[in-house]
């Protein structure tokens, strides 16, 4: 089982790496930042409820009234919010700053792992952690906290965000991925689409909508696709490992958005990247070996 949730958490990170490349063919299309998220939402929760149905024949799905509160963070905030938080710290700071803000949930989460769900973290962990925080650095060299501002802040917020809802997955284990990933796209769609329409009113009563290209939208159902996907792929990987394992083996996402980065845009990595993107495999295969043990 947990060889099957290495993999399924691995196939996750190669879907997820896709996205920045879709974020660029998006970029500067007509699409305000909100709306983008929002109406990716509506495409993956269309997909999301077609998989849930098929399987909900099948099992009945029982909410308990302690799980309720549980259930509401990890969709607004663990999953709505966060996508929003990542987009605008993008928007508001360095990418490079945004970058390494939001992947220090790698870090966050087994710290919380250990307090809230008892998990155990030996030296393995301990070491794929530090080598993790030095492949950060290498990565993305964030410049002097004072140049974060605003984008900083949403940028902890959307690392927490992903940390959070890694944990209370865990919490949440005699839940389906299936109606995980229902529940978080439709409250997705829900508080996205209320924010759209009060921040961005104008794209929508000016017409925006309409002025959107066939292509941009053919590219924003592949991204809704490949969101559910990648979330679905995830949230059932983590049934199998630990969260600290997992939010380690996310890190490889970066490794493989370098790669894709120099296929399409002809990025050529520094040396320093090669190192960061080194030690992130180390970590990732550290953990794989040891990290449960």
């Not at 917020?157 to 865990?170: E, M, T």
């Not at 590219?219 to 490992?241: H, P, R, S």
């Not at 040396?271 to 080194?278: E, K, M, N, R, V």
Request: contains cysteine; glycine residues 6%.
């Amino acid at each position: 089982m947990k060889n099957k949730g290495i993999l399924l958490i691995l196939l996750s990170t190669i879907l997820y790496s896709i996205m920045p490349v879709l974020i660029r063919m998006l970029g500067g299309n007509g699409l305000p930042p909100i709306a983008q998220v929002f109406l990716r939402y509506i495409v993956a929760c269309i997909a999301a409820a077609v998989y849930f149905f098929r399987q909900i024949s099948h099992n009945r799905i029982i909410i308990r009234k302690k799980d309720i509160v549980l259930l509401l963070i990890t969709t607004i905030f663990g999953y709505a919010l966060t996508n929003l938080f990542y987009t605008y710290s993008i928007l508001n700071t360095q990418v490079s700053n945004a970058l390494f803000l939001f992947f220090t949930f790698a870090i966050i989460a087994p710290i919380l792992a250990f307090i809230l769900l008892k998990e155990k973290i030996n030296a393995f962990n301990v070491v794929a952690l530090i080598a993790t925080a030095f492949a950060l650095v290498l990565l993305f060299q964030p410049n002097a906290i004072p140049t974060w501002k605003i984008g900083g802040v949403f940028a902890i917020l959307s690392a927490l965000g992903q940390a959070v809802y890694l944990i209370i997955r865990k919490k949440l284990s005699n839940y389906s991925a299936e109606f995980l990933m229902f529940a978080n796209t439709l409250m997705g769609v829900i508080v996205l689409g209320v924010l759209s329409l009060m921040i961005e009113l104008p794209f929508y009563s000016q017409g925006g909508l309409q002025k959107v290209s066939a292509n941009t939208w053919i590219t924003t159902v592949l991204f809704g696709i490949d969101n559910f996907f990648a979330w679905l792929v995830m949230t059932k990987g983590f049934e199998y490992v630990k969260a600290a394992t997992g939010s380690i083996l996310l890190l490889s996402e970066l490794v493989v958005g370098i790669l894709l980065a120099f296929v399409f845009f002809r990025e050529i990595p520094t040396s320093a990247t090669l190192i960061g993107g080194s030690l992130i495999l180390v970590s990732s295969v550290l953990v794989i070996l040891k990290g449960e043990n």
